[in-house]
């Protein structure tokens, strides 16, 4: 059964969610993180994603205190991403509560350091952030294209160690127009031992249930869970 792991994106100490990563269309959803995490873990949710969009602004990480203080305060296995390029990075996210991190452009800036994170950590602690655009890898936010194709991508990688995987298509992240299907089912197809995480698009309560049917692991959804397109009580079969 597929598992659905909410989304809390952080700019400016608020909740706020964008529309193909533009920080122009940026849209403010609630003021506390903290609030709206704890009204997740009293849906029953077990999950968290949480995004540092300051972070990949600024390229390093920023709000680590407000993950500090979800992960005191909330029982949630938290995942984490957002700016993350260092090895102080990852020790500031770790002991800020996050269970998980991810790596995203930084397997592209500098594989040699993600790959020292799999062998310090382990490779069920380091996500492989898998953001796709047009068919190939996007990096520094979303806003540089790389010439890296999505599917020899995710091979590479996991011949390097990594075993779980974000992929978020950046052409439907935020507009709740339905999931990239295709290429979760490609990618499904040609990698029966990761762990797939699908982001981005998400709309319908019937769009969980038809990645379900394809076999993906996971599921973020965020703000058709704001916008009231899914409402909490559909998702708790999936809890």
């Not at 709000?63 to 979800?70: A, C, D, G, R, V």
Request: aromatic share 10%; net charge negative; with cysteine.
């Amino acid at each position: 059964m597929i598992s659905v792991i909410p989304a809390i994106d952080i700019l400016d100490g608020k909740c706020v969610r964008l529309t193909k990563g533009d920080f122009s269309t940026g849209r403010i959803y609630h003021d506390d993180p903290l609030e709206l995490a704890r009204q997740f873990e009293d849906a029953g949710f077990k999950r968290l994603h949480v995004v540092d969009l300051d972070g990949t602004q600024q390229k390093e990480i920023v709000n680590w205190k407000i993950l500090e203080k979800i992960a005191l305060h909330t029982s949630f296995i938290i995942d984490y991403g957002g700016g993350i390029r260092t090895d102080k990075d990852v020790d500031i996210a770790f002991s800020s509560g996050a269970s998980l991190i991810t790596a995203g452009s930084i397997t592209i800036k500098n594989r040699e350091l993600a790959i020292s994170w799999l062998d310090r950590f382990g490779a069920d602690k380091i996500i492989l952030g898998s953001d796709v655009r047009k068919g190939e890898i996007a990096i520094e936010g979303w806003r540089e294209a790389s010439d890296y194709g999505i599917m020899k991508f995710l091979e590479d990688y996991q011949n390097l160690g990594f075993r779980i995987t974000i992929c978020t298509n950046v052409e439907r992240d935020g507009c709740i127009n339905g999931p990239d299907f295709t290429l979760y089912r490609e990618i499904r197809d040609a990698n029966p031992d990761l762990y797939i995480i699908a982001s981005g698009g998400i709309g319908k309560i019937e769009d969980v249930y038809k990645l379900n049917e394809f076999g993906i692991n996971a599921v973020i959804i965020g703000k058709a869970i704001y916008e009231k397109k899914i409402r909490l009580r559909e998702l708790r079969s999936f809890l």
